[in-house]
């Protein structure tokens, strides 16, 4: 979608866009299942860079435990209660710039993975910075999603992150493209980012080829000791504007209700579910920071009568379509 039509949609009366997205969301989704998914964070904080909303970053005195890899079988045991408690992707997040093949720490993740993978679970992993090589080894390993998120627009970027370019993320983007991994791309509410900005930021993932398997909108959780730490709390109703928009630009991605949801009513999580959203972070944690109870979460989905979704361990990014280019880059030339 282009950004003019991105911005028509998103300044509909907020009912005018409720219902067009819930005609698209009832077309590509007839079952409207919800997706549980459980986040560990394998390796945290320490990290080099300096994303201002991130309490992982070792450039702000957060109040963080930091620790080094996780052993093998405490992430087995983790997994393990995942599988336990329903959820079915189990998505795995280290705080660093990226990973090089060949490197302990790579193949350490890589054994991860296949034990996970071996559970019958979906698995996603966000590491950072992937080159083509490092992405087939963890698709031959048994990653189906991979997790980089754009955050926000090219714009507002910079103004977040110094130490990394958006055109690192969208290279990152395409190796796992290429190597046959789905492409988990979304953003976060509240980096004091424009309207504009975040119609940019779906502009950009819709143009994606192939467009991605799953979009988290994620809320500023905001970290103290971070650049944002005194950010306000996102309007829930700019947040429902946005899932709308998302689930309408990139119609069979599941839109994921991601960091925030502590800070959001039951209510306002069912207007989210309404406009399109049909997947959350299920467990008592994100990587750092609180998330709902379970026993609260699987109480509002039965009181909707929601159902969840089952897992796909075959899921393959969408196929590639070849009459629209590959990926084009925010400035309209085309990425490499
Ligand atoms: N280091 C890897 C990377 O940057 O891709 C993976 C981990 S990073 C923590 C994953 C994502 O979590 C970020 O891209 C961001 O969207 C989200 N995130 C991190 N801190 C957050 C916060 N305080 N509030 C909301 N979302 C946050
Ligand atoms: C995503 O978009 N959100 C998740 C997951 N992908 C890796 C992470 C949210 C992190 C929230 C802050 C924290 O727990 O540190
Ligand atoms: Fe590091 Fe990722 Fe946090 Fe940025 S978002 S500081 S890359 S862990």
Redesign the pocket.
Known sequence: MTLAELQELHSLPFFDLLKRAREVHERYWPEGKIQLCT?LSIKTGGCSEDCAYC??SARYKTELESHVLLEREEVMTHARAAKNMGSTRF?M?AAWRGVRGGTERFEQVLGIVRDVAALDLEVCV?LGELGPEEARQLRDAGVTAY?H?LDTSPEHYPNIVTTHTYDDRLRTIRNVQDAGISVCC?GILGLSETITDRLRLLEIISHFNPQPESV?I?SL?PMPGTPLAENPQVDPFDLVRMIACARIAVPAAKVRL??GRTRLSDEVQTLCFYAGANSI?YGEK????DNPDTARDLALLAKLGLQTLEPDRALAAPVLDPSVPANPSPDGHHQQ
């Open positions: 986040l309490a992982q998505c997040g966000t997790n998120n979304g988290p994620n959780m991601s960091a972070f994100l990587l750092t920071t």
